[in-house]
């Protein structure tokens, strides 16, 4: 990840702020200057800083094993991992790495983005062994896709490229068709996530280029894209980071994860889930971080009171990205229409939390939400990270697959009854 970051855009300009611990001299901040051309085409490396405070100082995100898990170390893994009385997991695939979205083509094969790499992988089931093969490299953070109409749709930063009857063109998916390209190219906070709805429009989430700031009009917000046309139109607002969402059976209402803000203390602000109920709600960034704490310098008068709040708060810093409603037959009958939600872990803050799957027990108004750890085990200690989960699906079976772009694998989570 470390190196990934060195190529993405980064922060605005804070030069005081708040933070736990009392206020901050103006020479223990980082400063940015957003307004000129350079900002945009060449910012520092350190962009995700912005308002990097003492307490928290010295904090970056860590990197994983550059050729991911070995076969060895992934039995190790899917030994710790710990789930409910009849539950089971497996290595369903290696070897995929810096794994992130899946998405399932119509005759069984199994893709999944990457972060970082520019790569797009096709895992094919031979007789029960898995092959992975990369089907495309090159691309600006693929790290969204879906499969529609016998299509696959990458999304990389700022194009939406379609590649037409993917699974008889594994080994040769041609250029691919950009169909929508109204995106910024900043990579920070740029790399995006698929969800689609009934009509065959796609949920796309735009983050904005630094920790916190005002961000530009074009940007912390959700949009709905159609696919076949380009048209496109303004969903929500006030969304800071969001890498994963669903559409839920039940009511066809958007709901998805979002990562809040850094530097303000290991245990502020929680990460959040959402629920869209109507077109154009506002989700309170930058002014109102877990529904009930106003920024310390962004608020500017606004009360949290005037902003959508969330219908769970997850927690400080454990990165919730990708999630699904479970829909199968596979698991016992009280999870059908529960969310699972892989949680990366974090990177700010002195010691980790998430790199797990929670599931979320709700009714489809958002209403009373029940959250249970599901799958657990990925890191130990204050630090230390055996695999860091960032997205699922539902197999056809009914299972589950959990992407873990850390050790470069796809799990296979599956119930039976004793």
């Known amino acids: 990840m470390a190196s990934s970051l060195t190529r993405i855009v980064q922060t605005l300009a804070f030069v005081s702020l708040v933070a736990a611990g009392g206020p901050l001299r103006a020479d223990e901040l980082k400063h940015y200057d957003s307004g000129t051309k350079e900002f945009w085409t060449h910012p520092p490396d350190d962009w995700y800083l912005g308002d990097e405070n ?26 710790k991992i710990k789930l409910p009385e009849g539950f089971k997991i497996e290595v369903y695939a290696s070897g995929v790495l810096a794994a992130r979205q899946m998405a399932w083509g119509d005759k069984g094969t199994l893709f999944a983005g ?35 109409d016998g299509a696959l749709y990458v999304i990389a930063v700022d194009k939406l490229i379609r590649y037409d ?52 009009t074009s940007v912390a917000q959700i949009r709905r894209v159609d696919p076949k046309t380009g048209n496109a139109e303004v969903y929500a607002l006030g969304v800071r980071n969001s890498v994963g969402g669903d559409v839920d059976p039940r009511s066809g209402n958007y709901w998805f994860t979002e990562n809040a803000r850094d530097w303000l203390s290991d245990e502020l602000p929680s990460d959040k889930l959402n629920m869209i109920s109507k077109m154009g709600e506002h989700f309170g960034y930058p002014y109102c971080h877990q529904g009930d704490t106003p920024d310390p310098k962004f608020a500017m008068g606004h009360k949290c009171s005037e902003f959508t709040p969330p219908v769970l708060n997850l927690g400080a810093h454990i990165a919730p990205l990708g999630m699904k409603f479970y829909t199968g037959d596979q698991f016992p009958a009280e999870y059908k229409n529960n969310i699972l939600i892989a949680e990366h872990g974090s990177w700010n803050r002195h010691k980790y939390q998430g790199a797990r799957i929670v599931r979320v027990i709700v009714g489809p108004d958002g209403k009373n939400p029940k959250e249970e750890v599901f799958a657990s085990g990925w890191l130990e200690g204050d630090q230390g990270y055996l695999g860091r989960p960032n997205d699922v699906i539902l197999a056809k079976d009914g299972s589950i697959l959990v992407a873990d772009d850390w050790a470069g694998a796809i799990y296979r989570i599956s119930y039976s009854k004793k």
Do not use: C, R
Request: aromatic fraction near 10%.
């Open 54 to 79: 003492a307490q928290q100082k010295g904090l970056v995100p860590p990197s994983g094993p550059p050729t991911g898990a070995s076969e060895a170390e992934l039995a190790n893994i899917v030994k």
């Open 114 to 148: 990457s972060f970082g790499l520019g790569n797009v992988y096709a895992i094919k089931d031979n007789n029960g062994k898995k092959e992975v093969k990369t089907i495309l490299k090159g691309l600006n953070m693929p790290t969204g896709l879906a499969v529609k």
């Open 165 to 216: 009857d993917i699974e008889a063109k594994l080994d040769n998916p041609g250029e691919g068709k950009v169909v929508y390209d109204d995106m910024p190219s900043y990579a920070a906070h740029g790399w995006k996530y698929i969800a689609v709805d009934k009509d065959g429009w796609f949920f796309l989430p735009f983050g904005p280029p630094f920790n916190v700031g005002i961000p530009p």
